[in-house]
């Protein structure tokens, strides 16, 4: 019930594609959706947060789509960059309790 | 910017020694953690803390691990005796509310031989 499921583990994307991540959670009390951006040797970046009473969320290029009865969320980087590449983490937190996804290592071809 | 700071970065030590790694959280921050992550793989939460004391810990946070806010700046996690696979890199993260909002330092590299 605690778990947060995320996929793809790994994803190759063009310059200039869409990359999409997908999340899933099992958990109603779950009420904070953050996404974590981290690059080689670096913790862990908060990228882009939703909270379940609304089911988008837009920031730049990066948008979080988020499906409360499906119980379902994910991350679509529009114009993907080579800058972009980095594993990406979900995550759900209810109080002070954040639990991660097991990452998607993303890779933009130049 | 305000930031986490850990310390050390890299610690190699010996199996069975004690291990102790440090962090400045963020000044006005309120909630911390300490998480570990596997060389390539997820992020696994240890523990939080909040008003000086544990508020939830994982399954791996067994009776070899301790944590202290010994003043009023340092997060410290001990390792009481180390063993091979507690290799990992060990975050600690601070916010200044219980949300998901969690600022993370760069992180303090553990081998254990």
């Known amino acids: 019930q605690q778990q947060v499921k995320q996929s793809p583990q790994s994803l190759i994307v063009q310059k200039g594609g869409i990359s999409i991540i997908n999340c899933a959670y099992e958990?109603?009390?779950?009420?904070?959706f953050p996404w974590y951006q981290q690059f080689p040797g670096k913790g862990p970046a908060l990228l882009i947060a939703?909270?379940?009473?609304?089911s988008e969320k837009k920031e730049g290029r990066f948008t979080i789509s988020f499906n409360k009865s499906a119980k379902q969320f994910s991350l679509h980087i529009m114009d993907s960059q080579p800058g972009d590449s980095a594993t990406y983490f979900c995550?759900?937190?209810?109080?002070?309790?954040?639990?991660f996804g097991k990452g998607t290592r993303l890779h933009i071809l130049p | 910017e305000p930031e986490v700071t850990q310390t050390p970065s890299h610690q190699v030590t010996q199996m069975g020694q004690e291990v102790i790694l440090r962090c400045v959280p963020i000044?006005?921050?309120?909630?911390f953690y300490w998480y570990r992550q596997i060389l390539g793989q997820k992020v696994e939460f240890l523990v939080s803390?909040?008003?000086?004391?544990?508020?939830?810990k994982s399954e791996i946070f067994d009776d070899q691990f301790s944590v202290e806010r010994p003043d009023g700046s340092n997060f410290t996690l001990k390792i009481r005796s180390t063993k091979l696979e507690d290799s990992a890199m060990y975050f600690c993260?601070?916010?200044?509310?219980?949300?998901?909002?969690?600022?993370f330092g760069e992180g303090s590299r553990l081998t254990v031989l």
């Open positions: 995550a759900a937190s209810m109080g002070d309790k954040i639990i």
């Open positions: 958990n109603t009390a779950f009420d904070y």
């Open positions: 939703i909270r379940p009473d609304v």
């Open positions: 000044s006005n921050h309120l909630y």
């Open positions: 803390f909040y008003n000086n004391e544990i508020s939830e």
């Open positions: 993260a601070s916010c200044i509310l219980n949300t998901g909002e969690l600022f």
